[in-house]
């Protein structure tokens, strides 16, 4: 039985539209696959593979060999290293650490370990508040689990008030034209978000979305690869009940070529 062509009309208008920023999911190259299964890695890292899903999200986010990267507040170098091995050898990693996260031995040891595990790593201390890079030197960039430090202070770990406006504007400036920047978070309930960053160490998806946007980049992509509906979103990220099963969004980002 043929339908009227209205007929049709009115059943695509019905149809629910696809999320234009939902894409499609890529299987992870066979450079990140032997990235994170790298037999070196440290015990204490590959232990938070299963709740981080580096293959996953790297793979999503487009990292690929040869590429110039950037693991912003790098913590221990859990993505560094990996990264560094997927990007390969014609490929390096800069691991931009705020300088008052380095003060510690303790802190010191992991790295001078990950570097020589990984010869194209490069470890930059930069003031928490004042991070820069040299213009158009990056064609891709991670920030892990941080961004919501930008609108934290402390007094305890010697964290100023900083500006994201700023920082974003000099990477912006930092990233290659067409360069893919990958934001990764805890999910906050929509307020405040100096206090909540303060309170919780999580931030709005849709504040990370407008400061991105105000600062030129194009948000390309969402994934829901790290979502987690248990999450209530209410407790501080360090809370055992929740500690490593936050409820994360994973955007990327990228600067247009014109």
Known sequence: MRRPLAAFALLALAAPLAAPLAAKQAAPSPAITAAVAAPDRPATQTALDEGRKPAAVLAFLGLKPGMVAAD??????????IMASAVGPNGMVSAFEPEQF??????QKPWAELKKR?????????PFDMFSAAPASLDFALLHLVYHDLYWESAQFKVPRTDPAAFLA?????????GIVGVVDHVALPGETRATADKLHRIDPETVKADFKAAGFVLEGESDLLRMPSDDHAKLV?????????????????KPKQ
């Open 170 to 178: 000099e990477l912006f400036k930092a990233m290659k034209p067409g």
């Open 118 to 126: 990984r010869a194209n790593v490069a470890l930059i201390p930069y």
């Open 102 to 107: 380095m003060n510690d031995p303790r802190g």
């Open 72 to 81: 912003i507040m790098a913590g221990a170098g859990y993505y560094t290293e």
């Open 238 to 254: 360090f809370d055992p009940a929740v500690r490593g099963k936050t409820d994360r969004f994973v955007f990327r980002f990228r």
